[in-house]
């Protein structure tokens, strides 16, 4: 791929800018709540596409191409299905809790809500996980850039994780929100017209649906049995397990993106920012999952372009770049890769935010000084930022010695995020709920995720217990690890909370759903209101289902 001077002119001006949105924000960061939470001051309509652009890292990008390509239309499934449901959910029920309890992360509100022991087991792990997710980024970055420009590997994850720790250094939480934002549009700038192109190139929509098999162009029709769709899942595994245990987990619990809501400025604002996000989200997969149809349309019909031979089938991963190198004019080009660079800097930065706020309020201030000055903490949420930028370089080159990482990685999040949303579901919703039964819940729900694994086997992965199943997929046996992880979390926490004393009611109040008196609505804009917005979403998410049926 030749880049000429305009695209190299595109790429620096987006450094710079990304840098000097931090140096323009330093001044208003003056505690330790401005950096680490931003103060509780964003406008609604920068938390709505920061809490998206939170999400749209390398994953998000060039994965969802990529399956596009592996899997068809049926991908759309990670947005209609695995992510706006659970962001009506949060948004409805239970973003009164998170905003209202005034916790300053998700472990904090479980030590409100619980104790001491389930806070720390949440925050150690959600910290980790952010190290891993942040290094992931990081190594998907300057692979693509070794790759594509040729640029040395060693000086693209020292460059991107300089810039990621300049703005989110200076400007902390904020800093990263507004950079979110302007991430968003670039994504969304850059690779809008890829769409366009690629799939008018293939004559389409029908076009497409004329190249390719059936089951390729249908979002529901192939889902009555496992061996019928590539995924490999049917319709009880892909509702349950991404539908819900695993989209629920990850939108309702994840710190990452909790996080860009509860740095709004009213109870209000915080619960529309998943609302108003689900709008855009809804139209993600026509940006980042129909160039990768198209593109195996394209190959199929011997246009001039080809996706990359892989063994003895494509490598489905190159199929936006590839793209982008055979239809991006000089400038378009810049733009293209400055968007993907964009993204991967996206879910790096907000991934580094989310544990510099966790590592400092629940693990520091938590258990090794609890009661220092806001300034000593200001500093040490500073410090941090530059750790956690080192740790993801450190885990970058971890990344770089496995092939399954990112698989791996997903396992984790199905290990961890599975059960942590039934133990939210009981402690928001049942108030007998104990602190001892959120704790061995948790543990109890991901000795299951690992039993499942270990005792069944997908893709030649798993069964290092003993195989007593094979599933079509590793996506399969991922949606029935996340199954079997909630199912025995939320048993085991409601058969010992029920051995075990619970708060009383006084110690609970804001913190359940029963106990808290939720916000009034009266003479607020239906626009404004929750309710009304959620049943936008839902008539539109119905329609594009049976638009793809």
Same mark, same amino acid.
């Given at each position: 791929m030749h880049l000429t001077p305009v695209d190299y002119v595109i790429l620096v001006l987006y450094f710079a800018f990304v840098i000097g949105i931090g140096w323009r924000l330093r001044k208003s960061v003056t505690s330790a709540g401005d950096f680490l939470t931003a103060g509780h001051h964003v406008p609604v309509w920068i938390t709505s596409l920061a809490f998206l652009a939170a999400n749209l890292g390398a994953q998000e990008v060039v994965g969802m191409a990529a399956?596009?390509?592996?899997?068809?239309?049926?991908?759309?499934?990670?947005?209609w299905i695995g992510a706006v449901p659970a962001m009506l959910f949060i948004g409805v029920f239970m973003m009164p809790f998170y905003y209202g309890s005034k916790a300053r992360s998700v472990p904090e509100y479980l030590k409100m809500r619980f $104790?001491?022991? /389930?806070?720390?087991?949440?925050?150690?792990?959600?910290?980790?996980m952010t190290l891993f997710?942040?290094?992931i980024s990081m190594y998907a970055l300057a692979k693509m850039f070794n790759l594509v420009l040729g640029w040395d590997f060693n000086s693209s994850i020292i460059l991107s994780g300089a810039i990621v720790l300049a703005y989110t250094y200076l400007g902390g939480l904020t800093s990263a929100i507004y950079n979110e934002v302007l991430q968003f549009f670039l994504i969304v700038i850059g690779?809008?017209?890829?769409?366009i192109l690629a799939v008018s190139r293939a004559g389409g929509w029908g076009g497409i649906q004329q190249r390719?098999? $059936?089951?390729? /162009?249908?979002?529901w029709k192939y889902v009555g049995h496992a061996n019928q769709n590539p995924m490999g899942v049917e319709v009880f595994g892909l509702v349950a397990g991404l539908g819900f245990v695993l989209s629920f987990g990850y939108w309702c619990t994840d710190f990452l993106v909790v996080q860009r809501a509860m740095a709004a400025d009213s109870m209000s604002a915080a619960r529309r920012t998943p609302l108003l996000a689900a709008f855009p989200k809804m139209i993600m997969p026509f940006i980042v999952i129909l160039p990768g149809i198209a593109a195996l349309a394209l190959t199929k019909i011997g246009s001039g372009y080809a996706l990359p031979a892989k063994g003895s089938g494509y490598d489905y991963d190159q199929a936006?770049?590839?793209?982008?190198?055979q239809f991006y004019p000089s400038g378009m080009l810049g733009v293209g890769l400055t968007a993907l660079m964009a993204s991967f800097m996206s879910g790096m930065a907000g991934n580094v935010t989310a544990f510099n706020t966790v590592f400092t309020y629940d693990i520091y201030q938590g258990y090794i000084r609890p009661n220092a000055s806001d300034k000593h903490y200001l500093t040490v949420g500073r410090l941090t930022t530059v750790v956690g930028v080192v740790l993801s370089i450190a885990t970058a080159y971890l990344a770089a010695q496995f092939n399954d990482i990112m698989d791996f990685l997903q396992l984790v999040f199905g290990f961890v995020n599975a059960p942590l949303f039934a133990t939210f579901l009981l402690g928001m919703f049942w108030k007998r709920a104990t602190g001892h039964g959120a704790f061995f819940g948790l543990l109890s729900g991901t000795a299951a995720a690992a039993l499942t694994h270990g005792l069944t086997d997908a893709e030649g992965k798993g069964a290092w217990i003993a195989h007593l199943h094979t599933f079509p997929s590793q996506m399969a046996q991922n949606f029935w690890i996340a199954i079997f992880a909630w199912s025995t979390c939320f048993l085991v926490t409601i058969l010992v909370s029920l051995a075990t004393a619970p708060h009383p009611e006084s110690k609970l109040r804001g913190l359940v759903y029963g106990l808290t008196e939720m916000p009034s609505e009266e003479g607020v804009p239906w626009y404004k209101r929750p309710v009304p917005l959620a049943l936008v979403v839902v008539v539109t998410l119905v329609f594009l289902n049976l638009l793809f049926l």
């Open positions: 399956s596009g390509a592996k899997y068809g239309i049926m991908t759309s499934h990670f947005y $104790d001491e022991k /389930t806070r720390g087991l949440n925050a150690i792990t959600f910290a980790v997710s942040s290094g690779f809008s017209p890829l769409a390719l098999p $059936d089951v390729m /162009t249908h979002a936006l770049t590839t793209l982008m190198a």
